[in-house]
């Protein structure tokens, strides 16, 4: 089983920012490589939703919303099995929780393609 650790939520006023880090480990071996790791968020009575996500190989996947673009940032460091979620000028209908996700992990010679999410971290962001 792979543990994924976020940390960096709380709240914001609007216009603020906010760094969302999470950590990707395991118990029994440790971790070679990560395919995709990246950050999904849920609204209070919406469905789960994509942010961002980022391949090892650096490539970056942002949700197909203009209201993220330019004000989110996603960066991985491979190195600590890492990922990253810079968010600048947030916006109260960014107010979620926000979850790690990891998917194809290399571990112990084996491969593992199933996907693993994080308990996810609030953000909110209210004046």
């Not at 789960?48 to 996947?61: D, F, H, I, K, Q």
């Not at 194809?104 to 010679?109: A, I, K, P, R």
Request: glycine content about 12%; charged content about 15%; some cysteine.
């Amino acid at each position: 089983q792979v543990q994924l650790v976020e940390s960096g939520g709380g709240l914001v006023q609007p216009g603020g920012s906010l760094r969302l880090s999470c950590a990707a480990s395991k118990t029994i071996s440790s971790i070679a490589m990560i395919n995709v790791m990246g950050w999904y968020r849920q609204a209070p009575g919406k469905e789960r939703e994509l942010v961002a996500v980022e391949s090892r190989t650096g490539s970056t996947n942002y949700a197909d919303a203009d209201s993220l673009k330019g004000r989110f940032t996603v960066s991985r460091d491979n190195a600590k099995n890492t990922v990253y979620l810079q968010m600048n000028s947030l916006e109260p209908e960014d107010t979620a929780v926000y979850f790690c996700y990891a998917a194809g992990v290399t571990s112990g010679g084996v491969f593992d393609a199933s996907p693993y999410w994080g308990q996810g971290t609030q953000v909110t962001v209210s004046s």
